[in-house]
């Protein structure tokens, strides 16, 4: 089946500790994007990579950092410098046309302890 | 991307239509309406887009006013595992998979 695969679902980490997260996709779709999701709030934007070797910031990139050497994988790094890591983190992807819809993984929760 | 704006929760019966209202007033000629719902801890999922014409699939219809400033989402038959939260999303075209999420709409179905 087609999708867009996250890994793990849930994820524990000490504070202080640099964490990443997995997302993998065989929809052969070009661009990639990584949002974060907090309690009871909207998806914001982290980073987003449009071509393979290369990508952008979004509106929260600070503390996070991001790869695309392959194009079916996006893996995302929570730093330590990421000041309140705790969160849903959602990876979607979708193909540089206009008019495409993105479709979305089912999301990593990190919990930072 | 154009700013929109939609009531925080509706309820609805199940085997009612629901008719989810979406506000985008400022939106500008080559911005698409895009609407994605997210049932909890899930990721969210693509319902349907439009640019100008009412659209529709297998999920539901989207009507776009003449002056594009409004949308509704009608889901026809309404079931319980439609609840969820849904978002309207104004986007250029350009943008891709981009996507500026608010609060959204939770719709909650009833028996």
């Known amino acids: 089946d087609g999708g867009i695969t996250q890994s793990p679902k849930y994820l524990f980490r000490k504070e202080g500790q640099n964490v990443t997260l997995s997302c993998e996709q065989n929809l052969n779709h070009d661009a990639m994007y990584w949002y974060r999701q907090d309690p009871g709030q909207g998806l914001r934007l982290i980073y987003y990579s449009q071509i393979v070797n290369d990508f952008q910031k979004g509106d929260i990139a600070e503390g996070y950092s991001v790869s695309r050497e392959k194009k079916e994988s996006f893996p995302l790094t929570v730093t330590s410098a990421q000041k309140n890591p705790t969160a849903f983190y959602l990876c979607?992807?979708?193909?540089?046309?206009?008019?495409?819809?993105?479709?979305f993984g089912q999301g990593t929760r990190l919990t930072v302890v | 991307d154009a700013k929109t704006t939609q009531p925080t929760s509706m309820d609805c019966a199940e085997g009612r239509a629901a008719n989810l209202p979406c506000n985008h007033s400022t939106i500008s000629g080559n911005e698409y309406v895009y609407w994605y719902r997210q049932i909890h801890s899930q990721g969210p999922q693509y319902i349907i887009h439009?640019?100008?014409n009412n659209e529709t699939n297998e999920m539901a219809s989207l009507i776009i006013t003449e002056d594009r400033k409004s949308s509704t989402l009608i889901l026809p038959h309404a079931t319980l595992r439609d609840t969820a939260v849904y978002y309207c999303i104004v986007r250029v075209a350009t943008s891709y998979g981009k996507l500026t999420f608010g609060q959204g709409t939770i719709l909650t179905v009833h028996p």
């Open positions: 979607a992807s979708s193909m540089p046309w206009e008019g495409t819809e993105a479709f």
């Open positions: 439009g640019l100008k």
